[in-house]
């Protein structure tokens, strides 16, 4: 499909399935008219439900264009369209990052830092920060992101995320320790449920496994994510190795630009924001004619 078909069947999807949704609660609210309890818990139901199908939808359109069919660009020019614009927290930085676009990246996870509404989000924007001072070789820099990520996420996430806690075995030169952990990774299907994920798992597993003197096990893994990474700039860094096995990630600073702005974003953020009133503002309204209808 192309872009423009992409977001049509997008939108297209995401009214139908509301609009049945929405009948069917209102359904439901009709045959419970005289339970008030049960109205109030179909409610929380219903929201929870809107909030899931967007995601679900989300996903089956967007996500997979970067994490099944490995194609950043396109993920990038598919978020360029005005509704899917303030999709930035994480995606727009995704793109950037899986183009090899360093500098872009680093200058959004930056710009999302100084925002406190996205507080609970900050410990995925030290990831990616590590993941890019790992492959440049900037380890003051990783040291910093691995310090801001363990203090800021919850024990549950540190848990979740291997990759951090290879950064920090690598950081206290436990290499073999942190080649283990990934030898574990790379077979368990909870960290290899898509293609980028294997490829991200793989790529790691290799650097580690040539740091610790494995060099077939590391040629193999980089064959692998060089012939498979499709788009993702892990198959050029994959290349790298493959070409010189004395490859190592020359030391490079990238610092974030002070004056960079993510042009169009607060003007796309007010039209959001304004969007998102009008739409509950009207829900509200339809659920107080049900609940007025029900109640007589």
Sequence with gaps: MTNRQIIRRHKTVTWVSSILILLLYILVLILFKDRFGVQLLLLLAFMV????????IYNRYFTR????ELD?????ALHAEPMFFLRTSRER???AYYC???????NLCHLRLQDKKLKKAYYLYWIYLARIAFETGDLEALRRACNAFEAQATEKQRNAVVVMKFYRMFLNGDYKGGMELYRKVVDDPRYNRDPLDRISCRFTYAVACRICGET???QVLFKYVAE?????HLGGLARRYLEDECYAPSFTSIRPDPAYR????????RKAKRFKIIIWSAAAVVLAVVLGVCLL
């Design 49 to 56: 439900l809107m909030r899931l199908k967007g995601n679900v």
């Design 100 to 106: 090899g676009d360093y500098q872009t990246a680093v």
């Design 262 to 269: 993510q042009e169009g974003y607060e003007e796309a953020f």
């Design 72 to 76: 950043p660009l396109r993920f990038l």
């Design 228 to 232: 498979n990474a499709g788009g993702i």
């Design 216 to 218: 077939e096990t590391a």
């Design 65 to 68: 264009v970067l994490a099944e």
């Design 93 to 95: 930085i995704m793109g």
